[in-house]
């Protein structure tokens, strides 16, 4: 599966890893949202803390999704400074 998606230095020369998801994410089961996560994870280093970026269908709205301490990091960086490009995901 393909996707965008980008991996983000913060401080302390750390990374963390990101896809863009549409905001229909946040309406699926429970069981889905998580089985979806872990497939965008496969896509990244082991081990690399994950986020997703939930977009609106308009674009208009953007949202992270993941961890409050890592949101905390990322949301403070312009969307306009992070080079997004496309992944794919390992196959099962």
């Known amino acids: 599966m393909k996707f965008n998606g980008a991996i983000i230095k913060v401080a302390e020369n750390k ?20 089985a979806l996560t872990q497939k965008y994870m496969t896509a990244f280093p082991k081990g690399l803390p994950f986020l997703l970026l939930v977009v609106s269908k308009d674009g ?33």
């Open 15 to 34: 990374a963390i890893s990101l896809a863009v998801v549409d905001e229909n994410f946040k309406t699926l089961p429970a069981e889905e949202r998580v």
């Open 60 to 92: 208009a709205k953007e949202e992270f999704y993941g961890r409050p301490d890592l949101v905390a990091q990322v949301s403070e960086i312009p969307l306009n400074f992070i080079t997004f490009k496309t992944y794919t995901t390992k196959e099962d």
